[in-house]
């Protein structure tokens, strides 16, 4: 019982900033708008976080306050870096992938040049510490206490929010619906008065705003608090998770559960005697999450329901 505890325990942080960044990328896709650079984005928010609270670390306080505001920081650099996506697809109608692939790469180099040169190293470090051993009242619920309240990050209970506020935003406001139907057909969007490029700049500003503190969740929940420039491809897996979501909350919600747990189980191995004793050397588990990410992406490809204009920029002048 405690190895499950344990897995479900490591599972949750890390699930959660592949869900924010996921639920990024579909907001940004079903407005039209393919966002590529996830990465980017999720970098963007980590570094700029995680300098935040290499400012703030020794003016005591509380390591919580100081996350939530971190949080807000690390949300407002993501939805300027966004901004790059927004203006570049939407008003200079550029190709969208591009675009995307250039902020990838862009912001890593920032990163390191803005270290080298601030900090004297490759990345930032910070020495807050952020986990939560339990959560008082709560921690003493059977089972449930053990398995959520304890061991754990508030990233946990935060994201957990900022996902059903996404699937009340998406399916249930007239705001979600005109966003669904810019990046399904955008000239009948167009045809009732909806402004496509105002939705699709909103679009790509809440992928923004969720990449950013998926970004600085990963820091805290997966890196403990620091950012060296990269996030072992997570923005990558971020796509594969919308993608094999099908670019729909619930769904992207299970499957970044799918990847975190691989992903939590690849580095537990020592702790779990079932696959200890196999003797399978411990790369091949750590490759397991992303050999996943290709076998499903593969077989589901074909079955993927992609919105229809997506990636498609739209000229009103020729509808």
Not at 64 to 78: E, N, P, R, Y
Not at 193 to 201: D, H, L, S, T
Not at 297 to 309: C, D, I, M, N, Y
Request: proline fraction near 4%.
């Amino acid at each position: 019982m405690e190895t499950i505890y344990y897995l479900i325990q490591g599972t949750l942080p890390v699930a959660i900033p592949l869900l924010l960044v996921a639920l990024g990328g579909m907001f940004s896709e079903r407005s039209g708008v393919i966002n590529i650079g996830l990465e980017g984005i999720m970098l963007t928010g980590a570094f700029l976080g995680c300098v935040f609270v290499y400012l703030i670390e020794g003016s005591g306080m509380n390591a919580q306050l100081m996350l939530i505001l971190a949080m807000i920081v690390a949300a407002a650099a993501g939805i300027i870096y966004s901004f790059m996506l927004a203006f570049a697809a939407i008003n200079m109608k550029a190709d969208q992938t591009i675009v995307g692939t250039a902020m990838n790469m862009l912001i890593p180099a920032a990163i390191l040049l803005f270290a080298k040169m601030k900090l004297g190293s490759d990345g930032v470090t910070t020495s807050v510490f952020f986990y939560v051993r339990e959560v008082p009242g709560l921690s003493k619920i059977p089972v449930i206490g053990d398995l959520f309240f304890k061991n754990t990050y508030i990233t946990v209970y935060i994201g957990l929010v900022l996902l059903a506020v996404a699937v009340v935003v998406f399916y249930k406001t007239r705001f979600g619906l005109r966003l669904r139907a810019c990046g399904e057909h955008p000239s009948a969007a167009d045809s009732v008065g909806i402004n496509v490029e105002k939705m699709r700049w909103a679009g790509v500003t809440i992928s923004g705003f969720l990449g950013g503190i998926g970004g600085f969740f990963y820091a805290v929940g997966v890196t403990d608090g620091n950012c060296n420039g990269h996030t072992g491809v997570a923005g990558f897996l971020a796509l594969a998770v919308m993608i094999f979501g099908q670019w729909k909350p619930v769904k992207i919600a299970l499957a970044a559960l799918l990847f975190a747990l691989l992903r939590t189980i690849a580095y537990s191995v020592p702790l779990i005697p079932f696959l200890n004793s196999l003797g399978i050397n411990n790369a091949f588990y750590k490759m397991s999450p992303y050999i996943v990410t290709m076998i499903v992406l593969a077989f589901t490809s074909k079955k993927s329901r992609a919105p229809k204009a997506e990636g498609i920029p739209y000229d009103k002048s020729r509808r």
